[in-house]
């Protein structure tokens, strides 16, 4: 898999949109401003493939970014966003769970939180459905720049505890900024393919 061959392929919203072929796919959850985009962009060396939010809650639709023709990283839109209506969060939240149940296939799922904060019940919620869903997923954990080192492990063990993480699934602590974490990610997404 080339790397250096990806490329923004469509935006979805339902599934008839959803790319008609049988590459396999990686997807990215998680709230809004957590660093999904942000996320895509380091494991694929790029700056600016994957937009960069200016304002959280911007990237509604579904992206599908096409590797080598290989993989797609696919961006989900970021749960939990507060300052938008009920109407459209119930919107986003049922076009990320129809892409979750409908995608034949999903190969891994990577879960998105912030380092800093405890997960919310969105976040809750959300590894509570994938683990009963037969999905594989990882945890990322985002922002390892704005922690001091000294704190990373007691902050890794509260997201695991409150999110209840099993042995099965991986949590890694990432930042886009010093690139930390990427490898390990990338091996692991490498190894699936
Ligand atoms: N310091 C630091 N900032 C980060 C990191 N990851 C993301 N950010 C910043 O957090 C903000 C949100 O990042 P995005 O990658 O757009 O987040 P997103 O999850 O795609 O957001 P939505 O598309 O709105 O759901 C941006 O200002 C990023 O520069 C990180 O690891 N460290
Ligand atoms: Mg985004």
Do not use: C
């Given at each position: 898999?080339?790397?250096?061959?990806?490329?923004?392929?469509?935006?979805?919203?339902?599934?008839?949109?959803?790319?008609?072929?049988?590459?396999?796919?990686?997807?990215?959850?998680?709230?809004?401003?957590?660093?999904?985009?942000?996320?895509?962009?380091?494991?694929?060396?790029?700056?600016?493939?994957?937009?960069i939010a200016s304002?959280?809650?911007?990237?509604?639709?579904?992206?599908?970014?096409?590797?080598?023709?290989?993989?797609?990283f696919v961006d989900?839109?970021?749960?939990?966003?507060?300052?938008?209506?009920?109407?459209?969060?119930?919107?986003?939240?049922?076009?990320?769970?129809?892409?979750?149940?409908?995608?034949?296939?999903?190969?891994?799922?990577?879960?998105?939180?912030?380092?800093?904060?405890?997960?919310?019940?969105?976040?809750?919620?959300?590894?509570?459905?994938?683990?009963?869903?037969?999905?594989?997923?990882?945890?990322?954990?985002?922002?390892?720049?704005?922690?001091?080192?000294?704190?990373?492990?007691?902050?890794?063990?509260?997201?695991?505890?409150?999110?209840?993480?099993?042995?099965?699934?991986?949590?890694?602590?990432?930042?886009?900024?010093?690139?930390?974490?990427?490898?390990?990610?990338?091996?692991?997404i490498a190894s699936?393919?």
């Amino acid at each position: 898999m080339n790397i250096n061959n990806a490329r923004f392929e469509k935006g979805a919203v339902k599934p008839e949109q959803y790319p008609d072929n049988d590459i396999p796919e990686v997807t990215f959850v998680g709230r809004s401003n957590v660093g999904k985009s942000s996320l895509i962009n380091a494991l694929l060396n790029r700056k600016s493939l994957a937009r960069i939010a200016s304002k959280p809650g911007k990237t509604r639709e579904i992206n599908f970014y096409n590797i080598d023709d290989v993989l797609y990283f696919v961006d989900l839109p970021g749960y939990g966003y507060a300052k938008v209506s009920k109407d459209i969060k119930s919107a986003w939240g049922e076009s990320i769970e129809t892409y979750l149940n409908e995608s034949k296939k999903l190969k891994l799922v990577v879960m998105l939180v912030d380092i800093r904060h405890s997960p919310s019940e969105d976040d809750q919620m959300m590894s509570k459905w994938l683990t009963s869903s037969s999905l594989p997923f990882i945890v990322v954990a985002t922002k390892k720049d704005k922690i001091p080192r000294s704190k990373v492990k007691e902050r890794l063990s509260d997201i695991s505890n409150t999110l209840e993480l099993g042995s099965g699934n991986m949590l890694i602590p990432f930042s886009s900024e010093t690139k930390d974490g990427r490898e390990e990610i990338m091996n692991y997404i490498a190894s699936l393919v």
